[in-house]
């Protein structure tokens, strides 16, 4: 009940309202949350996109980590009417405070170009979270201590997953959560593609809670269906696109030299903000102060570097003329990859940092994932059955990978005719007997050449 008195206490007087192109509105009713939104580590989120480098792939794809984290927070405020509406008995409403503040923050600990970030200064953005949350410096915490001195813990605790109450987890972190309904629908709505474009209203109308967490009402079955197939197909089309992650390895592998020049000395120009990560002594404020444009103003300032590796690949990424990629079969192929990144070392590039191997995989419903429960269908009787178990479709996309692995190399390569300019005969050689390994965008292997 104190949790209940907080929040009416804590109501503002008059809602105020977000415009939003996914929910129309996003509706705030509550003073932290409104004081959350507007601290300055929330606000760092407007400045960090939502995908990273699949903007130049998809020009419209520009949105933040910002506008997802408000979405997230919009679908389970409705979650949370929608429970304390039509399930009162199975929903305690005393938890509506904690998973709107974990709706909203779940993000807030993302780096710049995040996954690129985190590989090569080895960060974890969900560790940054909590610890953005529990740090008594942020102004997060302040304003979450508000509620009480143990509440940044419970928040931070959801996210986790640690949280007693498995419903408010499943709500924030499992296979049909507010984040990945709201991130669908957004990267679909700004790259353009119809592909994450389910019926979310159905699912919000069909969502209920149980003892255990959250299930789906069976009568709902094909709307949660058509979820995992979009799901499925955002990650073929959208996240996985070869592009986007060509861009993504020409700044791993421009961020990657950088360091090892600052190791030896010879970063010039260095820039003070990647400093602690470059000699892994970053504290939360450090991490704070990073942004993409923090990234995107080191690759304007490399590109004048006199090391000849790292202005290229900062011509490369600022100018998107990525390392292009041929697929390869990992239990095959790999022999033959490290003899094509060996071609490679032969020119004027070096293999460790104009050549990398880049694996995409995802599984679209893992009936079996103990990390997130499994989604289940509920009866009019209360009986319980898994997914899987109902959807034909659902059991093809279940338990296996999707995706494949490509060999990242210059784009010169690549090309189905040497560049012009390209006159030098070592190079010549050396195209030729890399074109004589690959055919239709994939390494041949010797059941290839075979056929």
């Given at each position: 009940?104190?949790?209940?008195?907080?929040?009416?206490?804590?109501?503002?007087?008059?809602?105020?309202?977000?415009?939003?192109?996914?929910?129309?509105?996003?509706?705030?009713?509550?003073?932290?949350?409104?004081?959350?939104?507007?601290?300055?580590?929330?606000?760092?989120?407007?400045?960090?996109?939502?995908?990273?480098?699949?903007?130049?792939?998809?020009?419209?794809?520009?949105?933040?980590?910002?506008?997802?984290?408000?979405?997230?927070?919009?679908?389970?405020?409705?979650?949370?009417?929608?429970?304390?509406?039509?399930?009162?008995?199975?929903?305690?409403d005393?938890?509506?405070?904690?998973?709107?503040?974990?709706a909203?923050?779940?993000?807030?600990?993302h780096?710049?170009?995040?996954?690129?970030?985190?590989?090569?200064?080895?960060?974890?953005?969900?560790?940054?979270?909590?610890?953005?949350?529990?740090?008594?410096?942020?102004?997060v915490?302040?304003?979450?201590?508000?509620?009480?001195?143990?509440?940044?813990?419970?928040?931070a605790?959801?996210?986790?997953?640690?949280?007693?109450?498995?419903?408010?987890?499943?709500?924030?972190?499992?296979?049909?959560?507010a984040?990945?309904?709201?991130?669908?629908?957004?990267?679909?709505?700004?790259?353009?593609?119809?592909?994450?474009?389910?019926?979310?209203?159905?699912?919000?109308?069909?969502?209920r809670?149980?003892?255990?967490?959250?299930?789906f009402?069976?009568?709902?079955?094909?709307?949660?269906?058509?979820?995992?197939?979009?799901?499925?197909?955002?990650?073929?089309?959208?996240?996985?696109?070869?592009?986007?992650?060509?861009?993504?390895?020409?700044?791993?592998?421009?961020?990657?030299?950088?360091?090892?020049?600052?190791?030896?000395?010879?970063?010039?120009?260095?820039?003070?903000?990647?400093?602690?990560?470059?000699?892994?002594?970053?504290?939360?404020?450090?991490?704070?102060?990073?942004?993409?444009?923090?990234?995107?103003?080191?690759?304007?300032?490399?590109?004048?570097?006199?090391?000849?590796?790292?202005?290229?690949?900062?011509?490369?990424?600022?100018?998107?003329?990525?390392?292009?990629?041929?697929?390869?079969?990992r239990?095959?192929?790999?022999?033959i990859v490290?003899?094509?990144?060996?071609?490679?070392?032969?020119?004027?590039?070096?293999?460790?940092?104009?050549?990398?191997?880049?694996?995409?995989?995802?599984?679209?419903?893992?009936?079996s994932?103990?990390?997130?429960?499994?989604?289940?269908?509920?009866?009019?009787?209360?009986?319980?059955?898994?997914?899987?178990?109902?959807?034909?479709i659902?059991?093809?996309?279940?338990?296996?990978?999707?995706?494949?692995?490509?060999?990242?190399?210059?784009?010169?390569?690549?090309?189905?005719?040497?560049?012009?300019?390209?006159?030098?005969?070592?190079?010549?050689?050396?195209?030729?007997?890399?074109?004589?390994?690959?055919?239709?965008?994939?390494?041949?292997?010797?059941?290839?050449?075979?056929?």
């Amino acid at each position: 009940m104190k949790s209940i008195h907080f929040e009416q206490a804590d109501r503002l007087d008059t809602e105020v309202v977000f415009k939003d192109p996914i929910h129309d509105h996003i509706h705030v009713r509550h003073q932290i949350i409104l004081d959350l939104i507007d601290s300055k580590e929330f606000q760092r989120l407007r400045r960090i996109k939502q995908l990273g480098t699949s903007q130049y792939t998809f020009h419209g794809a520009e949105h933040s980590r910002f506008s997802h984290s408000l979405g997230v927070y919009e679908l389970a405020r409705k979650i949370c009417d929608h429970f304390f509406r039509n399930y009162p008995e199975e929903w305690d409403d005393s938890e509506r405070l904690v998973t709107l503040c974990a709706a909203l923050l779940h993000d807030i600990g993302h780096g710049p170009f995040s996954h690129t970030f985190e590989k090569i200064f080895e960060t974890d953005h969900e560790k940054f979270t909590t610890a953005i949350i529990l740090d008594e410096n942020t102004e997060v915490n302040e304003i979450l201590q508000r509620v009480s001195p143990n509440f940044p813990n419970q928040v931070a605790s959801v996210i986790t997953q640690e949280y007693p109450n498995p419903q408010v987890v499943q709500l924030i972190s499992s296979q049909i959560d507010a984040d990945r309904m709201d991130y669908l629908q957004r990267d679909a709505y700004y790259t353009g593609v119809t592909y994450g474009k389910f019926d979310l209203s159905r699912i919000l109308r069909v969502i209920r809670p149980y003892q255990d967490g959250i299930a789906f009402q069976v009568q709902g079955m094909h709307a949660v269906e058509d979820y995992i197939v979009r799901r499925y197909q955002m990650y073929m089309q959208v996240y996985f696109h070869p592009v986007s992650r060509g861009m993504e390895v020409t700044l791993d592998r421009m961020l990657t030299r950088a360091r090892d020049l600052f190791t030896q000395g010879d970063l010039v120009p260095s820039i003070p903000q990647l400093e602690p990560f470059f000699n892994q002594s970053y504290t939360i404020q450090d991490y704070l102060t990073l942004d993409d444009n923090v990234i995107l103003y080191a690759v304007l300032a490399w590109t004048a570097s006199e090391d000849q590796y790292l202005s290229e690949l900062a011509h490369m990424f600022l100018h998107r003329k990525p390392l292009k990629s041929v697929e390869f079969d990992r239990e095959t192929d790999l022999e033959i990859v490290e003899y094509l990144r060996d071609l490679v070392d032969q020119l004027f590039y070096d293999r460790e940092y104009f050549t990398m191997v880049n694996r995409s995989s995802d599984i679209s419903y893992d009936y079996s994932l103990k990390e997130k429960a499994p989604i289940l269908l509920i009866y009019p009787d209360g009986e319980l059955e898994n997914l899987s178990e109902v959807s034909p479709i659902v059991d093809t996309l279940s338990d296996h990978l999707h995706g494949n692995d490509r060999l990242y190399v210059p784009r010169e390569l690549v090309r189905s005719t040497p560049p012009a300019q390209q006159n030098l005969e070592i190079f010549e050689d050396v195209y030729h007997e890399f074109r004589k390994h690959i055919k239709n965008g994939k390494i041949l292997n010797v059941k290839d050449e075979e056929i």
